[in-house]
């Protein structure tokens, strides 16, 4: 399986306990293991994936100080869930809070 297929498995995880308490945190490490190639493949594709997929991605970005991150929190604030929307303008502040933590 490839770590584009492990990640796409755990963000369709249903949101609950064991998603936000160990899943989240082990598809984080797939997404920094690689973040500009996966998350350039998720950039190309996002639109078709179902909600809660995006909501559970949505909800890992900001943490990475990638290119593409930025690009892919930007082009979420574009889906038609609101759900996806709000992790997205979260994860924008998160990333500033990230960025601002490197600079120190």
Known sequence: MSKFE???????????????DILAGEAR???????EVLLSFI???????PENRLEHLAYLLGEG????EE???????GS???????H???????LES???RQRL
């Open 71 to 77: 690009k892919l929190i930007i082009a979420l604030h």
């Open 6 to 20: 492990k990640l796409v498995r755990l963000l369709d995880h249903p949101d609950d306990n064991y998603w936000g």
């Open 80 to 86: 038609k869930y609101k759900s996806v929307v709000f």
């Open 29 to 35: 490490e797939i997404i920094d293991s690689d973040p």
């Open 98 to 100: 990230t960025r601002n």
């Open 88 to 94: 997205a303008k979260e994860a924008v502040i998160e």
């Open 43 to 49: 950039l190309e594709q996002w639109e078709s994936w």
């Open 65 to 68: 100080v990638s290119n593409v």
